[in-house]
Structure formats: C-alpha cells, structure tokens
C-alpha cells in the first residue's frame, strides 16, 4: 500500500456529459452545440470524450447524432473520442465510425440489467464475446472496454455483493474486454468501501483496469475519487457541470463535476493537461444552453484560489 | 501510517450551523427556532453543538442571542455546547454561563488577522495566554480551543505556509490552549495537502488535537474530511444543509454539510451516534425557516441507499 500522499502523477478525466449527463435530461442540445462543446473541451485540453451512445433514436434521442460527433471528434488531433454501445449492433456502428474505444456497460445488479438491458449479467458478458470477435474480424483498433455498474448496490435490487462484481469483471476479461472499469451507478458507494473494492478490482484486473465512474447522488463522488486515486486510479469519468442525475431522484446530482474534479486533481499535483479556466468558461457556456435543468459543482461559483498552481507547473 | 481502509471506529460531528452558519447569512433566526433547532439536533444525536459567538451584538446581530441558548443548551443531557469566543471579554461571557468548551479563532494569515480580528495572529496568542488565566480563576471546567484559521491559504494574503500554521498552533498550545484544531476557512485545501498539513499538526499535538473545519466553498469539504479521517482526526465541524457561504463569494457553499458528512461517516462503518433520517427531517425543517437562502448537500434530494445501516449496527 503507498503512502496517502503519494498520488498518480497524472490523470485522465473522460468527459461524459455528452452522453451520461444528455440522456439524463429533458433539454435536446443541437448538433452544432454539441460539436462546440466537443471543440472546447478539447481546447481546454481534454483528451478523452465520450461523444455519444448508439442506442435506437426512438429510445434516447437526446443521442440520435452520435454518428455525426464521432465523425468530428475523430478529426481532432490526440483525442480519444468514445461511444457507448448496448450491443452488437451498436458496437458495429462504433466500428463503422472508427471509434477509439467503445464501452459496454454490464450490470452487476441482476434486477437492474434485466429492467435496464432485459438481459442478465451473464448475457452481456456473452454480447461482449460476439463484439470482441466482430472487432477482431474488423481490423479496427477500436478498443473495448466492460464496464461493471451498480458495482455498489442498486436502487432495485439493494445489495450486490463484491464477490459478484468481480467475478463479472473476471468474466469481461476472458470474454476479450482489452480494458474494464466501475462505476457507482446510483451513488451508494463511499470511500471506505470504493478503497475495498477498488484494490480487489486492480489486483484481477492489473493494467486492464481503466476507469471509475462516480456518481455524486449522495455527496461522496469526490470523496471517492480520492479514495480510489490513492490507489493508483488514474482515469475518471466526470460531467461538466456534474449534470446526468438519477431517474429515479428529481434533482438529484448527475457525475462528478469535470471542473470540480479537475481542480481537485490538480490542486492536488495531479497533472489533467487541462486549463481550468478555459474548462470554467466552457461550463458557463454549456449551462446557459441548458437553462432550466439541474446543474451542480461548486468550483464555478468562487473561481479557483489565489494560490492555484495548475499541477504540471509544480516542481516534482 | 495506517491502511487506507483503516478508519476511526467512532467519530464525532460538532454542528456549528447556528454559528459559522447563520452569522454568514441574511435571516435572523428568532431565539425560539433556534432552541427548536437544538433540541431536534441532541435528539438526532449530535452531542457537540457550537451554539453561537459571544461578539457585540451591533456586530453579528444574528447571534444575539447566544447566552440564552447556552443556558438552553447546558439543560441537556450529554450535550458539549461550545461558544466561539473572539477574545477575553467573550471568554468571560462564555464562562459566565459556563460553555463547556469555547474556541478561539487565530488567522494564520497576517492579511486576514489583521482585517477580520485587528490583531496579528501573535497577539491573538497572548489572548489566548490572558484567557487561561481567566478561566483558572474562575475554577470552571470549559475547555479552551485554539482554533488555526485560513489554515490552507486565505482570499486576501494568499499564501499561507505550513510552518507558521503549525508555529501559531504550538504557540497556542504553550499559551494554555487545552485543544487546537485547523480550518480551511476559505476552501482552498484540497485532500493532498490536507493529509500533508494534518499529519505535522498531529505529529505536534498529539492528543490535544482536537477537530477538522472544511469549507465546502471548491466541492472538496468531504473528500478532505476523508484524508483526514484516514489520519485519525475524529471530530469535524460541520453545518446542517451546508449553510454558511463566503462573505467574498456570493451564493458559494458554507461548511461540509452535516447530513452528507454523516452519511460519509456511517456508510463507512464510523459510528457517529447520529440518525440520519431524524437529521434529515431537521433539515427540512431549518432550510424551510431559512427560505431563499442557499441551501447545500446532497443526500436530502436522493435519500439513504436501500442498503444503509448504520455503522453501530454493523459487525464490528
């Protein structure tokens, strides 16, 4: 176990708003200000953007313009520009589209994959099977990442156990996911238990391991982005604004906020590459289109301290 | 140093709401409300309450009232009601109406001493000396805790460096302060330099360390109570619904919210004594007293998980 001050040296913040934060809300942006949130990101030195999910436009057709934002985001020198995929079939459009990673998402909560999927856990793991080898017969290099949900607890179910959760992470592996990660779907985790389970998930996992996805339904995310950046962890998911949210709650938060989570990894002497100013002036931007829905973080109110050093310009 | 997952069996949440909170805010509380406020936050559990300031009332009319409340507050059973005192003359009143523990607030920053206090942290010091000789005098039992402010940097100075913070507190310490304790008055600690600075301060105090104070003002209160809990520090102020803000940033986020701090605690197997659901209908009840000031906190929108126990009623 190292020290608790010794953290990462850099770290990667994915911007899901776009896709996590958009299906969770009413406002349907159009292309065009998307494509700009895209180009802004990546100018304030973002590098890995989930644009979208290839889910039928009848159910969410906040995100029928993927195709068109995976297009552009791949124009964009050095980014990673990722898509969420349900299925086969949305994994093909990703390969169409050359994405750079596709994620599938499996549900360790049995009653929420049946009511979120209509597919059991084990079902998904096989759908990630027949996607690893429509990749492989594809000649793409886009990569596959399972990603473990409701990885601590569910709103349908209660508890999940982490025998559960690792078990299906394992089971990812063997299927031919190239990159695994969790997320706290409903925000039940707290850092005691994301310290537990993450170091289980990075002992299976090793190198494979990707990405923690944290939701601040209840407060904690940051909190335990801390707890799973100490670690080791170096790749969060996070919405600008923290806008996503729960169906289940009105009002309730969405992800950790992107601004807010990169000012605490960068106060903090983790490097993002990312201008927190210009990421500031984004999020002014982004919640004035989105006027009238739940917005969240704190940082944008009271502006970064007067001692803010961005981490890359620390001495190391 | 202690394994990450290696937290306090017990801690202890001083509710300090009626003062930090409502001296920062526009309504003024009638006493009636306040006591109510008390009585619901003792049987929620809480047994440290900082019930108000002994300042001039033309200065912080919102705590005019604060022997009143003492002299409630000393009624009930099990109850530790501290006062902030700003110097001798409230030190008298606090052991007039025999607090069981008043805290003294220094600035580490010379900027912010001189601005909010007229005094250089030095001779706040020699208050503190001035103090334990009253309270020796008197023969009570109050406690006397120096309190190390704008711990992490400051609005107007900037910069405040560890050493000074950690020289004021020995000074404080050799001057008769019986506790010390670190704030982050203004939000600009993050966890990495909380677990930096709190480590010394431990190393330095010892058993006469006493609590943790986090503004929430960046989003970064709960993930620094976490360092610090990952330390050992057992007892942190906080504010019901977060109330409090920063006089310089309008609308920003007061102290670490009480309920979402205890859920940090609870979910994490830290016994607090608290019920949360007690404390969340006291939430309710305080922010609708408090209609159209801003409110923070999360967990009162989402609710407990399905999964929750509390941490006393979990194998140990």
């Known amino acids: 176990m190292p020290p608790l001050t010794t953290l990462p040296p850099r770290a990667v913040i994915r911007e899901v708003g776009l896709r996590d934060g958009l299906q969770s809300i009413q406002t349907i942006l ?32 906040q995100l029928a313009d993927t195709a068109e934002l995976l297009a552009h985001a791949k124009t964009l020198p050095g980014l990673c520009a990722s898509v969420l995929v349900p299925n086969l079939r949305g994994a093909e459009a990703a390969l169409a589209g050359d994405a750079d990673l596709m994620l599938l998402p499996l549900s360790a909560s049995h009653a929420h994959s049946l009511a979120n999927l209509r597919k059991t856990p084990d079902e998904v793991v096989a759908e990630l099977g027949r996607i690893r080898a429509a990749r ?86 940051l909190a335990n982005v801390y707890a799973s950046l100490q670690l080791g962890v170096n790749r969060f998911d996070a919405s600008l604004a923290g806008i996503g949210g729960c ?64 981490a890359g310009a620390l001495p190391r």
């Not at 949130?37 to 979208?52: F, K, N, S, T, Y």
């Not at 537990?196 to 299976?204: D, K, N, S, V």
């Not at 989570?261 to 201008?275: K, M, P, R």
């Not at 969240?296 to 009271?302: C, K, M, V, Y």
């Open 136 to 221: 492989d017969a594809s000649g793409r290099k886009t990569l596959i990442e399972g990603g473990v949900g409701t990885a601590f607890g569910c709103t349908l179910q209660g508890e999940v156990k982490p025998a559960e959760v690792l078990r299906l992470m394992q089971a990812l592996l063997d299927a031919g996911a190239d990159r695994v990660s969790l997320a706290d779907t409903v925000g039940y985790a707290d850092p005691a238990s994301v310290s537990r389970l993450f170091e289980q998930a990075l002992r299976l996992a090793g190198e494979r391991f990707w990405c923690g996805h944290f939701h601040d339904t209840r407060g904690l995310a």
């Open 30 to 61: 159009p292309t065009a200000q998307k494509i700009a949130w895209i180009d802004q990101a990546h100018a304030a030195g973002l590098r890995e953007i989930e644009v979208g999910s290839f889910v039928p436009a009848r159910l969410l057709p």
């Open 247 to 310: 169906p289940h709650a009105p009002g309730a938060s969405g992800n950790a906020a992107s601004e807010d989570l990169a000012f605490l990894l960068e106060a903090g002497g983790v490097a993002t590459g990312i201008d927190l100013p210009q990421l500031l002036a984004l999020r002014g931007q982004v919640t004035g289109w989105l006027a009238g829905e739940a917005t969240h973080g704190s940082l944008h109110r009271a502006g970064l301290p007067k001692t803010f050093h961005p």
